[in-house]
Nanobody
């Protein structure tokens, strides 16, 4: 069993930055691949970034160069540093844990544990 709790969301102006955190419980964190997804109103949940247990990273094209995913296994935590935010980044952001390791970790269905989400709002 893995429980995930996101934090760090909020309201920011376009061009600003936020850092999301995801704290995980459970002893298997280090062996799990971790991902960030987001869901805007009226849209499907979409992939943002993922990091494998071995440190391999994948980003969605829409955030490449602006967002950075990282993890600290000793803290059972994964982070999403978001820079140069745009209004279109507004969404609820979710972290998720994947046991399968099927690269490139972009599919929602391969993740079996999800956090409750944290709201990110970017004003223009």
């Amino acid at each position: 069993q893995v429980q995930l709790v996101e934090s760090g969301g909020g309201l920011v102006q376009a061009g600003g930055s936020l850092r999301l955190s995801c704290a995980a419980s459970g002893r298997t964190f280090g062996s799990r691949n971790m991902g960030w997804f987001r869901q805007a109103p009226g849209k499907e949940r979409e992939f943002v970034a993922a990091m494998s247990s071995g440190g391999r990273i994948k980003y969605a094209d829409s955030v490449k160069g602006r967002f950075t995913i990282s993890r600290v296994n000793a803290k059972s935590a994964v982070y999403l540093q978001m820079n140069s935010l745009k209004p279109e980044d507004t969404a609820v952001y979710y972290c998720a844990a994947d046991p399968s390791g099927i690269w490139p970790l972009t599919q929602r269905g391969q993740y079996d544990y999800w956090g409750q989400g944290t709201q990110v709002t970017v004003s223009s």
